[in-house]
C-alpha cells in the first residue's frame, strides 16, 4: 500500500517514481533559486522548510514533524514522546567542527522527525551546515552505497564509521549543482533503507 499522496497513487512503486521524480526537481530549485542560503544552517526549522518544499507537491503532511512511531528492523526512532525534546536539543548542539556537524546529523537521523522523505531532506541539512561553518560539502558520488547505510545504521552507537565515510568524500566545491544533486538521489542512497514500520496512534 502506498503511503496516501496529494496525486491519488495507490501503488508504492509508482509513488516512488513520481516522489522521487518531483523531489529532485523541487530539490534543484532549492539550489538555483537561492533558497538554501537564506536558512538558519543547523537548525529544525530549516530541515521543516527543505522537507515542505521538496515533498508538499506530495504528502498533507510535508514539513510536518510525523504522528506515528518509526522502526526499522529492531531500531525504533525516536518515539513520539520525545521527539519534540530531541528536536530542541539537537538545535542547541555545537556544529564548528567536523565531529559536531556529524554528531548533530546522527541525531536528526535517530530522531527520523518526518514520516517520509528524512534522508533526502536531511541530507541537505547537513551539506548547508558543512557548506555555512566548514566551507565543504559531501560528494554523494564518492560515497559507497553499502557503507553508508551500514555506517548510519550503525551510527546510534558507534559514530566513528559514519565519521570516516564523510570525511574521505568532502570538497570545496560548495557551489557545484552536481556534487550538490547527487544527495538527492534517493534511488542510490536509500533504496531499501525508508521502508519502516509504522504505529498509528
Known sequence: MALE????????????KAEER?????????????????????????????HKY?????????????????SKGNFRFAPLMYLEAALENIDKM?????DEIVEKYVEMNIAHPFREGNGRSTRIWLDLIF??????????S?????????????????????KHVLKAALTDE??????YMKGIDHSY???GYTTFKTEEL
Open 94 to 98: 555545537p556544529q564548528s567542527t567536523f
Open 131 to 140: 557548506k555555512t561553518e566548514i566551507h565543504k560539502v559531501v560528494d554523494w
Open 142 to 162: 564518492r560515497v559507497d552505497k553499502e557503507d553508508y547505510l551500514l555506517a548510519m545504521e550503525r551510527s546510534p552507537i558507534k559514530d566513528i564509521e559514519i
Open 174 to 179: 560548495i557551489n557545484s549543482r552536481k556534487v
Open 22 to 50: 518531483i523531489s529532485k526537481k523541487k530539490a534543484l530549485e532549492l539550489f538555483e533559486n537561492g533558497i538554501l542560503d537564506k536558512l538558519e544552517a543547523g537548525k529544525f526549522s530549516s530541515l521543516k522548510a527543505i
Open 54 to 70: 521538496l515533498f508538499d507537491e506530495i504528502y498533507d503532511f510535508a514539513g510536518e514533524v510525523r504522528t506515528v512511531n518509526i
Open 5 to 16: 499522496n496529494k496525486l491519488g497513487i495507490t501503488s508504492s512503486p509508482e509513488l516512488d
Open 189 to 191: 542512497y536509500y533504496e
